[in-house]
Structure formats: structure tokens, C-alpha cells
């Protein structure tokens, strides 16, 4: 028991983007969020990312350092009320450079994670459940120069039940290109056996290691996080009206009738002329 609770159950979300720089180089920005009342683990020093090319090779490791962390502030979307005190969230920012040159397909960057606080109502089995946040760089087949967008704000740690959202989940792309919104399912990571990407694995019930405990980050394609029944990554959470997300502006609105820790997703995709 005392090992189980020692596999890190912390993340509470995170968001991965990139920037262009000159010639062959770019810019990797990672955000990663923890509880740090109830979490078990303090943040990655560094955190390990994986750039893959489109045939699943694994092209560079990146250690990205640890810029800086500060707790989010405790916003609520009602200010007639007092914000809990015995919630907390914590914010991680990684940067770092590499250097990618152009490639038909593309390269994805991933980072992965282990696990989530096991008060969460709307998955199976959060505790054993990982996180990824990944990025697609396009090959120049189809665009020879793109930043990716990324968003203006994090959502308010605070929801009030009965009270509706009303949150500008906006994002910001350096290019100027077409943004569409939308509800997600986030996407499942590593597991509590080896919570962390590094080599070699830190939990002693990974052994050599076996297929579920890779001392890199795996792949795309992701699979999507196991929700439990109604919910699903377009219905996330009890609310009546439900949450949505206008696609074009990125007003994240909706009525929450339960109490409760939710784990929800957001996408944003973005177009230039008609090209995703």
C-alpha cells in the first residue's frame, strides 16, 4: 500500500506548444499542473520529451529544464464566494530548443505522465491513469514554416455548482491561422507501474521492463482516457445545460449540478486556408 501511494498521483492537466525559430530550429514550451495539497510527487526536473517521426522512430530525447513554478491563482467564476483553502494547483513551465530539419510527415513531440488524484469522478481508475500532451510539427509537403497556438488562460481551479462557467478558453496562434474548438477526450499516458520516463525505470515492480513500462515515451496514436458511463470527452462532467464550447470563439459555457473533481479536455485545431 505504502508503495502504491508513492507511484505519484498529481497531475492535474498540461498543455504542450511550439514556436518556430530561424532556419532548422524550434522553441518547445510544456506546461504541466499538479495538486500540491493531495498530490504525491513534486514536478519533473527535467521533464523527459520524445520526438518521433511519422513512421513511429524515435528521432531525439529532450530534456527540457524547469524554468520556473508558482501556484495558479485561486480564481472562481462567482465572486460571492470565498474560495476553498484546502485546494491547490501548482503550475510547471519547461523550455527548450531543437533542432528538427524538414521532414515529409512531420515530427511529433510527446511528453507523458503519471497519474491523477483518485478523488476523480468522471474516469476509471485515475490513480493507474497517465497523461500525454503531444504536438504535431507538419512536414513541408504541407507548410513550410508553422508556430502551433496556445492558450491564453488556464481554466479557474474553481467551478461552482449551479453557477454557470462563462470562460473565454481562447487560444493564441503566432501565425494568424484559423482556430476551431472543441470538447476532447484527453489522451492516457504512462501507468503506475512506471510513472516517470527516464532510464532506468524508478519503481522496483518494473522488471527489465516489461511492455507496459517503457523507459521512453510510446508512439502515436494515443488512446483516449477510459471515461466512466455517462460521461465522455464531449459530456465531461454533470451539468444541466451541459458544458460546451462555442467552436469558433472558444466560450466555454455550461451549468455544473454535482460536486466533484472532473477531468475535461479542450482542443483547439488549427487552419490555414482549408489544411488542417
Known sequence: ????????????????????????DYKITLLVYR????GQAPFDNPAFITIFDINKNVIQTLSLP??????????????CIQPPNNVCVEEAVYEGNVTLP????????VYQRCCRNNSILNIVNPGGTGSTYWEHIPGPEVVTSNSSPRF???PPIFICNG???KFD??????????????????FQGLDDCCPIVMNPPTSPSCVSPPPSCPNFNTPPPYSNINFLSPYSGGFPMSSNPVMNINSVTGFLNGVPDIDGQW????CVQEFRGTQL
Open 263 to 266: 477531468v475535461v479536455g479542450v
Open 163 to 165: 453557477v454557470q462557467i
Open 152 to 154: 491564453d488562460k488556464f
Open 1 to 24: 500500500m505504502i508503495s502504491s501511494q508513492l507511484k505519484a498521483t498529481h497531475i492535474v492537466g498540461g498543455e504542450i506548444y511550439y514556436d518556430k525559430l530561424s532556419g532548422n
Open 66 to 79: 524547469l524554468i520556473s513554478q508558482a501556484n495558479v491563482p485561486g480564481s472562481i467564476n462567482n465572486p
Open 35 to 38: 495538486d500540491c495539497i493531495n
Open 102 to 109: 524538414p521532414l515529409t510527415g512531420g515530427y511529433y513531440i
Open 169 to 186: 478558453h481562447k487560444a493564441t496562434d503566432p501565425d494568424g491561422d484559423v482556430l476551431v474548438y472543441s470538447l476532447c477526450s484527453p
